[in-house]
């Protein structure tokens, strides 16, 4: 998620607290297993990216409540967390832009290796990464990310032929 940062930081210099603060820690969740956590079971499932961000929003606002954040910070970053999958508004299209660019950026090997060992399906990583670039709402940032899609998909195309 510090990877995440630094792309906002780059894409966006000067972003307000709050959006750098959902950007550090919109996936959250993740660090915190429970019988509430969702699971991803490969598809690009609309509920499974909302539950997923709900949680995140749930419990970076109620760390921020205990470490007697602003109520109008600990507002914005959860509302931001809860979008940033989807985006919606400029910081909301910002955090996740920076998430899609962090993705394409230090996720690819691993889910390479998914699909080498067949935890999930080539088309399944193939629409993630898809999506990943899709996703993105700022056509400049496209422009960044379009050719880090397509050195991905070289690379997963390259599994089958091997
Ligand atoms: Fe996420």
Redesign the pocket.
């Known amino acids: 998620m510090v990877n995440s940062l630094e792309w906002l930081d780059r894409i966006a210099p000067g972003s307000p607290e709050s959006t750098r603060l959902a950007t550090l820690t ?2 959250m969740e993740r660090a915190f297993p429970g019988p509430d956590q969702p699971v991803w079971n490969g598809d690009e499932d609309y509920r499974y990216y909302v539950a ?2 709900n949680r995140s929003a749930r419990i970076v606002g109620e760390w921020l409540r205990s470490r007697n954040a602003g109520e109008s910070l600990i507002s914005e970053v959860e509302s931001l967390i809860r979008v ?2 989807f985006g919606g508004w400029p910081e909301a299209d910002k955090v996740q832009a920076a ?1 899609s660019l962090s993705f394409l950026d230090v996720n690819i090997d691993l889910f390479l290796g998914y699909a080498t060992s067949g935890r999930y399906r080539v088309d399944q990583v193939r629409a993630k990464f898809v999506y990943s670039h899709t996703r993105i709402r700022i056509p400049v940032i496209q422009e960044i990310s379009g050719p880090m899609l397509s050195s991905a998909l070289e690379r997963l195309d390259a599994l089958g032929s091997c």
């Open positions: 919109h996936d997923h961000s940033h999958e998430d």
